[in-house]
C-alpha cells in the first residue's frame, strides 16, 4: 500500500481543508483499509498543504472559461502557499515569496484575459510545486536529524509528490533521473512511515538523487526560457 502514500499527500490537507478535498480523501484512504485509514489521517494532520488543490481548480475554470473564479484560485493557491513561510528553512522563504508574487501576477492577467493558454497557469503552478518538493525534503531531513522517522516519511511523501505533480503540469521528458529518484523517496517514505530499520546511507543517498531531481527539473525551465 506504499503506493498510496502519494495519493493521500495530494488530495488531503489539514482539518481546515475544503469539504470537497476532505470527502476525496476519505474516498480513498477507506478504500485503503484501517491501517492506511489512520496514516492518511496522520499525514492529513501533519501535512497541511492545500496548495494543489486551488492548482487544480484554477486550471479547471480556466479551461471552462471562467475567468473571475480561476484568478480567485490562483490567488487562494498563493494563500496556501504562504502558511508555508513560517516554518520553511530561511533559505527558501526568496524562492516561496517569488512563487507567490508570480501567482498573484498570474492572477491579474487570467483576470483580464491575458493568458491565452493553460500552459501559462500550468508553468507557473509546476514551479511552486518544485519549491515545495524542496521545502518538504529539508523538513523530511530535519525530521530524520531529530529521529522522528514518522515525520520524515510524511514529509518525503509530499516532496515526491510535488515532483510527480511538476513533471504532470509540463508533461517533462524524463530520461530516468526524476523518475528514479522519486520511486526511491516513495520506497523509503513507506519505510520510514512503518517504523522498520532503515541504513542512514539509503537515507542520504535518497535525499541527495531528490535534490539532485529538483535541479534537473528546474535547469529544464532556464532552458526552455532562454
Not at 107 to 128: I, Q, W
Not at 211 to 220: H, K, P
Request: glycine letters at 6%.
Amino acid at each position: 500500500m506504499q503506493w498510496l502514500i502519494p495519493i493521500f499527500v495530494w488530495v488531503c490537507a489539514a482539518s481546515n481543508a475544503p469539504a470537497e478535498q476532505a470527502a476525496a480523501a476519505t474516498k480513498v484512504y477507506e478504500a485503503a483499509g484501517e491501517e492506511n485509514c489512520e496514516r492518511a489521517e496522520r499525514i492529513i494532520e501533519k501535512i497541511p498543504d492545500e496548495t494543489e488543490y486551488f492548482f487544480h481548480l484554477a486550471s479547471t475554470s480556466y479551461v471552462e472559461n471562467d475567468l473571475q473564479t480561476s484568478a480567485k484560485q490562483v490567488r487562494q493557491a498563493a494563500d496556501s502557499l504562504k502558511k508555508h513561510l513560517t516554518v520553511c528553512a530561511d533559505e527558501l522563504r526568496p524562492a516561496i515569496l517569488a512563487s507567490m508574487q508570480g501567482m498573484e501576477a498570474l492572477a491579474d492577467s487570467v483576470e483580464k484575459g491575458r493568458v491565452s493558454s493553460p500552459r501559462v497557469l500550468h508553468e507557473v503552478f509546476a514551479r511552486a510545486e518544485l519549491v515545495l518538493a524542496k521545502h518538504h525534503v529539508k523538513r523530511a531531513q530535519q525530521a530524520w536529524d531529530e529521529k522522528n522517522h514518522a515525520d520524515a516519511g510524511q514529509a518525503l511523501g509530499a516532496s515526491t509528490t510535488n515532483i510527480e505533480n511538476a513533471v504532470l503540469r509540463t508533461a517533462y521528458k524524463d530520461t530516468g533521473t526524476i523518475s528514479k529518484a522519486v520511486e526511491q523517496g516513495k520506497l523509503l517514505s513507506g519505510k520510514l512511515l512503518d517504523g522498520g530499520d532503515i541504513e542512514p546511507i539509503e537515507v542520504t543517498k535518497t535525499f541527495a538523487d531528490i535534490g539532485t531531481a529538483i535541479g534537473t527539473f528546474e535547469q529544464s525551465f532556464q532552458v526552455s526560457a532562454k
